[in-house]
Each structure stands twice: as C-alpha cells, then as structure tokens.
C-alpha cells in the first residue's frame, strides 16, 4: 500500500499527527479488499482511511477520544464507512479480525493525558504494547496477522516474553537521526504460512 495524496486527511487538536511512523507503515501494510481489519490507536485515522479505501472493511479504536472523533470526520471527508470505537486497547472492541495493525506509543517515558497516550509507553518504552500482545490472540481470526511498529527506543528484553508466541517478520524499516523505526508482521504458529502468502 502506498500513501495516496487524494485522501483527504485532516490533523485535530489533541491528537497525534501523521509521522514518518505512520508513512513506514503505510508502505508495508498488504490488505485485502473485503478482509476484517482493525487498527489500534488510529489517531488521525489515515492507515484506518487508506486501509479502507483498498476495500478492507475497518474498524478504528482509541483511548483518546478525540482521535476516535477525528478518525470519523477523515473517513467521512473521504466518503469511506469506518467503524470507531472509544477503547483502552481491546476492553470495548468486538469481534476478530484478519489484520491487526499497531503503532504503539513507544517513548520510555511516564506521561499522562490524551496527547500524551499516543507516545508515553512506560518506563520500558514497551507498557502498551506488551498489553497489547498479551490481549490479541483471541481477536485474530485464522491466519490472521498483525502489523506493528517497533523502535530501537524501546528495550528489546521487555518483549521478548511476550514475542515468543509470535512467529515474527521484519519487513520495511527507516533509520532517523536519534532512532531506528521497523515494522514486524507477526503471526500466530499456527498460520505462519499465511504469513508469507501474499494477499
């Protein structure tokens, strides 16, 4: 997938912008039209917008509930039905998915606020996402498969617990002047084929 300038995508007050993060992701994400996707923390709602522009049916959910707000107003601005959900994580999100998608706030840092949630990821760096892990096997469907972006800013031995039932493939990455962003696509041992089979 690439990025698409003809989407209309609009920045809000209080919620995290699109970034070269975003933008990584974008480039590695692979989706099928009609396939059930969820992405986690959509901020602006551009992966959700272009996710759903290629056909996947999407749903979008966020702690921060301007962000769930700002999610719905892109995705009308580009005539597109999305599904937003106000959620810590999965706590209200229903149903199972074939995609998952993530970009976790990873910063090692201790912050709170709504702004703030989209980078504070605990001491670690790594809080929200071992959540996260943790809670996503029972929402992905056969085969499934999850997207997500990962720092050098974060500790790798935090993770790595949590990793292990993940069979994991480093796709795209992008080297920044104080960091390191990459993008694994992780599956279930069980669909580890599908992992490699293109969409």
Same mark, same amino acid.
């Given at each position: 997938?690439? &990025?698409? =300038?003809?989407?209309?995508?609009?920045?809000?007050? +209080?919620?995290?912008?699109?970034?070269?993060?975003?933008?990584?992701?974008?480039?590695?994400? %692979?989706? %099928?039209?009609?396939?059930?996707?969820?992405?986690?923390?959509?901020?602006?709602?551009?992966?959700?917008?272009?996710?759903?522009?290629?056909?996947?049916?999407v749903t979008a959910a966020?702690?921060?509930?301007?962000?769930?707000?700002?999610?719905?107003?892109?995705? %009308?601005?580009? @005539?597109?039905?999305?599904?937003?959900? +106000?959620?810590?994580?999965?706590?209200?999100?229903?149903?199972?998915?074939?995609?998952?998608?993530?970009?976790?706030?990873?910063?090692?840092?201790?912050?709170?606020?709504? /702004?703030?949630?989209?980078?504070?990821?605990?001491?670690?760096?790594?809080?929200?996402?071992?959540?996260?892990?943790?809670?996503?096997?029972?929402?992905?469907?056969? @085969?499934?498969?999850? &997207?997500?972006? /990962?720092?050098?800013? /974060?500790?790798?031995?935090?993770?790595?617990?949590?990793?292990?039932?993940? +069979?994991?493939?480093?796709?795209?990455?992008?080297?920044?002047?104080?960091? %390191?962003?990459?993008?694994?696509?992780?599956?279930?041992?069980?669909?580890?084929?599908?992992?490699?089979? =293109?969409?």
């Amino acid at each position: 997938m690439r &990025y698409d =300038p003809s989407l209309q995508i609009e920045e809000c007050e +209080h919620v995290y912008p699109p970034h070269e993060d975003s933008l990584l992701l974008l480039e590695v994400i %692979e989706v %099928e039209r009609g396939e059930a996707l969820l992405e986690m923390g959509s901020a602006t709602g551009i992966i959700s917008v272009h996710c759903a522009a290629s056909g996947a049916v999407v749903t979008a959910a966020d702690v921060n509930p301007h962000a769930v707000s700002c999610t719905r107003k892109n995705a %009308e601005r580009n @005539g597109l039905e999305i599904e937003t959900v +106000h959620s810590d994580l999965f706590l209200d999100v229903p149903g199972k998915f074939d995609v998952i998608i993530i970009n976790p706030p990873y910063l090692p840092v201790e912050e709170r606020g709504d /702004m703030e949630a989209s980078w504070a990821g605990g001491e670690d760096g790594t809080g929200v996402l071992e959540r996260f892990l943790i809670d996503a096997p029972p929402h992905l469907n056969d @085969g499934g498969r999850i &997207y997500v972006l /990962m720092s050098s800013l /974060m500790r790798a031995a935090s993770l790595s617990c949590v990793l292990t039932q993940y +069979h994991r493939e480093r796709l795209g990455s992008r080297k920044l002047f104080f960091e %390191e962003l990459w993008v694994e696509r992780l599956t279930l041992p069980s669909s580890k084929a599908s992992a490699r089979s =293109p969409p």
